[in-house]
């Protein structure tokens, strides 16, 4: 059953805000024997379960996608990954969510090169506008958002069409996306949700991180901290 996609802020290129949400959103329940860390609930949602994206104790949906920095080899998630996981969405022109959504993975990067774990944490961030994210547009990214390409735990995947696209990441995901209808069409945009999920070694969501509008100053912040903290007490459980 596909899940409901999360309706977005038109033309701001920022997630929707719901009331009396957090940044970190739990399943509501204790996940099972599938996750290592505890739930966390997400106030004002009775069922977290019914988010459009996957959260606490649900298994990371898969997607086999072209990686274009890996001479388009195709990639599975999360089949091809003993590792653990860390997953986005974003597309390069953007230039309010996703600037965001890369700094925190980059910086989560940083760490687990820090602790010496940066070979069991893989980075993966899907692009939803295949038509400008290309190979050249992604290595621009990268640099100029200090993703470290030498690491090898940092992957660029592409849909093949922008139909494709809408499948995997938002009907599959459940990461909704709308295209802006500038005159200039060249410089069209996305209004879309920022959700980053962290995913245990054995394919399971164990956090989903939404991050906020930037203009509500009452929206809690996700922040480096907190993902890193997740991810030292995933690492230190599963061994």
Not at 1 to 27: E, F, P
Not at 161 to 188: C, L, W
Request: glycine letters at 6%; hydrophobic letters at 35%.
């Amino acid at each position: 059953m596909r899940k409901r996609t999360l309706l977005a802020s038109v033309g701001s290129g920022v997630a929707l805000s719901l009331s009396g949400c957090m940044g970190m959103l739990g399943s509501g329940s204790d996940g099972g024997s599938n996750t290592y860390l505890d739930a966390k609930e997400w106030e004002g949602v009775d069922d977290p379960s019914n988010l459009p994206f996957p959260t606490h104790g649900q298994a990371l949906p898969s997607a086999t996608l072209p990686a274009p920095l890996r001479d388009d080899t195709e990639v599975s998630i999360p089949d091809d990954f003993e590792t653990d996981l860390l997953v986005t969405f974003i597309y390069t022109n953007c230039m309010t969510m996703c600037p965001r959504l890369t700094a925190l993975m980059a910086q989560t990067q940083d760490y687990a090169r820090e602790e010496g774990y940066s070979d069991q944490v893989s980075f993966v961030e899907t692009s939803f506008d295949p038509a400008r994210d290309d190979a050249d547009a992604f290595r621009e990214w990268a640099d100029k958002h200090r993703v470290e390409m030498d690491d090898g735990n940092w992957y660029f995947l592409r849909p093949q069409s922008k139909e494709r696209a809408k499948e995997v990441v938002q009907e599959n995901y459940g990461i909704h996306f709308t295209k802006t209808e500038p005159e200039n069409m060249d410089a069209y945009m996305f209004s879309h949700a920022g959700v980053i999920l962290l995913v245990n070694q054995d394919g399971y969501v164990e956090r989903a991180y939404k991050l906020q509008a930037q203009r509500n100053p009452d929206s809690p912040r996700v922040s480096r901290q907190q993902i890193t903290d997740d991810l030292a007490t995933l690492r230190e459980r599963e061994g």
